[in-house]
């Protein structure tokens, strides 16, 4: 055993990331979730082999917009796959106990934090945004540059909801073991029907976020984005900047049980 | 090695038995850890320096809280806890002179022995992880299977493992949670043989187990620990001693109790005669004598024995004789 020589803590950023990526694809769940981010894909393939809708009605980026990204990429995709790999990148180690082997280590707890973090919004977005680029080729690219810029925002949509759904239900599952039902419950009755009956809520829906952060590439034609690009993206920062301010700070205090002993 | 109780009064007071000029690896001073209402670790106050220390107690002694606190991830309720002269609580720092073998078997399934040894290595800091990672797992005998995934491992692999995990930055102070639970008789022997080299190289360790047989061939000290509190510490043998000449209470039946009885109440081996429902309770404080005679004694009386049972052998009862001493 050696060890007189130390490098910095930056270093173990890639090595934490590393073993939590593989965690993260290494279950089954995961296998579903790519599944799922297949549908988007599917459904932009039967649309372009419907072909284009009659001449007088909405265009090819409008209804791809509509029916795909906003109700099946923005409402199930993208929340559903960001919760789950949010919750479970702190929360099957402290479940097994193997944070243990995090925590008994001369390392900044930020730096644990932002390694977790970046791996699980690194998967997040392999999978939705991978899937909404190829939605977007193959049913929107043909419109021309309106499709691309179009998808282009729908990715960019995806990176920014990623990343806030992930700090915020990360953060989550540094405080309570059930942060996955909490947050499938924020993704159904919160963003999924309180927002529509309060547009007020606006200000406190990550998806709001998202789709306003769109507007900064394209603005979709969607009636549902109530937020400005600009304000979009300033709460989506701040979100993410408090929700991992909050799981450094509760990783700092983070106790061990004393088990059956 | 120093194994020191504190004088609960006086914890860490100049001139108390084993204060020395260098400050002790481990140190507790009147420390006590509650959760509600339900007391884990109460008025504990001891210090260790270099050498192997077995924490020994029963399930739910406190001895799992005990060491989290000591590796820094309890706050004590009261008290001080004390690692090589700081506080380990919320200082990350300290553990580049601590390495910790949690009681929970689980280690990263997916990850082979060398990976998960090199990833603590790593986030340890050294520059040269691989090197480490192989000298660690040397040490605890695992090159053969060090590049199979650690999900494969058996029980006491597992252990071993986490062993290397846990020494592969050289830390000063090593804490382990019921460190030999599931390894075989030869993977204990070289354990104890790894754990006796390093303490003879200066470390000081601390590992726990409610199992006296192992404690005894590893730690020549010991601290026990009962309900929460420190029953007993020092040299083993000492402690041993009065475990082993404690009042034992035995148990027989026989074709005639009454008589067996007046045969025994004369032999100075046994202080305590009764008739119970159950059969003769007798009890004696030197139980290896009483053995060799109640063939004897029964023979003399012409009673047949018909069972002999000691009833209080389970460490349980072993822990709450200290206890009430």
């Known amino acids: ?261 | 090695m120093t194994t020191q109780p504190l004088s609960p009064g006086a914890p860490g007071a100049p001139g108390a038995p084993g204060t020395t000029a260098e400050v002790p690896a481990i140190e507790l001073s009147r420390v006590a850890r509650w959760y509600g209402n339900v007391v884990a670790v109460n008025d504990v106050s001891f210090r260790l320096g270099a050498g192997v220390t077995g924490l020994l107690g029963p399930n739910g002694a406190g001895k799992t809280t005990l060491l989290h606190m000591l590796a820094g991830f309890l706050a004590p309720s009261a008290g001080e806890v004390r690692v090589l002269g700081r506080s380990p609580h919320r200082d990350p720092s300290v553990y580049r002179q601590i390495g910790l073998v949690p009681e929970r078997e689980a280690v990263y399934p997916f990850l082979t022995g060398f990976e998960y040894v090199r990833f603590n290595a790593r986030l340890q800091g050294l520059r040269d992880a691989d090197g480490a990672a192989r000298a660690a797992i040397a040490r605890v005998g695992l090159e053969d299977a060090m590049n199979r995934p650690v999900g494969t491992y058996s029980k006491g692999m597992r252990q071993r493992v986490k062993v290397a995990g846990s020494l592969v930055h050289d830390p000063q102070v090593l804490l382990l949670d019921e460190p030999f639970n599931g390894m075989d008789p030869r993977q204990r022997i070289a354990m104890m043989d790894l754990l006796g080299h390093l303490a003879a190289a200066g470390r000081t360790i601390l590992f726990s187990s409610h199992i006296l047989e192992e404690v005894e061939q590893v730690g020549t000290q010991i601290l026990v620990m009962v309900a929460g509190r420190l029953a007993a510490s020092g040299d083993f043998r000492a402690i041993r001693a009065l475990m082993t000449d404690r009042p034992h209470r035995i148990t027989i039946r026989s074709s005639d109790d009454r008589r067996l009885a007046t045969a025994l109440m004369v032999n100075p081996a046994v202080f305590a005669v009764e008739l119970t429902s159950a059969g003769l309770a007798v009890q004696t404080a030197q139980l290896g004598v009483f053995r060799s005679l109640i063939a004897g004694a029964s023979r003399s009386a012409g009673v047949r024995l018909l069972e002999v049972v000691s009833s209080d052998e389970s460490l349980e009862s072993v822990f709450d004789y200290l206890v009430r001493r």
């Not at chain 1, 977790?116 to 190829?134: E, P």
């Open chain 1, 1 to 261: 055993m050696s060890g007189e020589e130390t490098v910095g803590p930056w270093a173990a950023i890639p090595e934490i990331a590393k073993v939590t990526l593989r965690q993260l694809l290494g279950r089954r769940r995961t296998l579903l979730l790519v599944i799922l981010s297949l549908l988007p894909v599917l459904l932009a393939v039967a649309f372009r082999l419907a072909g284009p809708g009659e001449g007088g009605g909405p265009t090819e980026v409008e209804r791809f917009s509509r029916r795909v990204f906003d109700t099946i990429s923005m409402t199930i995709l993208l929340p559903l796959v960001a919760i789950l790999f949010g919750t479970g990148a702190f929360g099957s180690e402290i479940d097994d106990g193997t944070i243990v082997y995090l925590l008994a280590k001369p390392l900044p707890r930020w730096i644990v934090v932002l390694a977790k973090a970046l791996s699980a919004v690194t998967v997040a977005v392999l999978l939705t945004g991978v899937a909404t680029a190829l939605a977007g080729a193959i049913d929107l690219f043909p419109s021309g540059s309106d499709g691309i810029l179009a998808t282009e925002a729908q990715v960019f949509a995806m990176v920014v909801g990623s990343a806030c759904y992930v700090s915020v239900f990360l953060a989550l599952s540094l405080f309570t073991r059930r942060a996955l039902v909490i947050g499938i419950g924020y993704m159904l009755v919160w963003e999924g029907a309180l927002s529509f009956m309060l547009p007020g809520i606006a200000n406190l829906s990550i998806r709001q976020y998202a789709l306003g952060a769109a507007k900064a590439i394209y603005d979709l034609p969607l009636q549902e984005a109530r937020l400005s690009a600009e304000t979009a993206l300033l709460l989506a920062g701040i979100a993410v900047g408090a929700a991992l301010l909050i799981a450094v700070w509760r990783l700092t205090r983070f106790e061990l049980p004393g088990g059956s002993d």
